[in-house]
């Protein structure tokens, strides 16, 4: 039975590289003039602070993808709850080619009128058609392999 696991942290996310690098520009500025570096070291510590802790937050933030036998289980740690989403609540699965710049400006979970989406960084995702008329977006490395892993279990003929 095909099984599926992924982690993907978001530190790998382009983005986030150019914020560690605007946040260290703008720590590094005021420490490079010496009247503020003089007279204003409590400030100074809480400026490092508040802009270490969103960093260091987005840096533990990752998404979990796994096929159990309960169904697909989904995960933002440190960032959102886990989801379950059973089995028989799954109609069909297809690969897609996502463009999270160009077709919602941004990554993470987003949501909107008709659909939902994790998506950590890349291109490569799986659309998965629920039941109830809804679907949603999962972003992932291995977009064949996670489709054949959702598509083994939703199959009408598998025995349990």
Do not use: H
């Not at 510590?45 to 508040?50: H, I, K």
């Not at 400006?105 to 998506?119: K, L, S």
């Not at 950590?120 to 489709?147: C, D, H, I, M």
């Amino acid at each position: 039975m095909t099984s599926f696991r992924e982690v993907q942290p978001l530190r790998r996310n382009p983005l986030i590289w150019l914020c560690v690098l605007a946040t260290a520009l703008l720590v590094a500025l005021p420490l490079s003039m010496p009247v503020v570096r003089e007279n204003m070291t409590t400030e100074l510590a809480l400026l490092l602070a508040a802009a270490a802790l969103p960093l260091f937050w987005l840096f533990a933030v990752r998404l979990e993808t796994e096929v159990r036998d309960e169904g697909l289980w989904i995960r933002f740690r440190a960032a959102w709850f886990p989801v379950t989403y059973a089995w028989n609540d799954i109609q069909r699965v297809e690969t897609v080619d996502y463009r999270p710049l160009v077709e919602t400006r941004r990554w993470m979970a987003r949501g909107g009128r008709r659909e939902f989406g994790w998506i950590v960084w890349g291109r490569g995702a799986v659309r998965v058609y629920r039941r109830n008329g809804k679907s949603f977006l999962l972003g992932t490395a291995q977009p064949e392999k996670l489709a054949a892993a959702i598509a083994e279990r939703i199959s009408p003929n598998r025995t349990l």
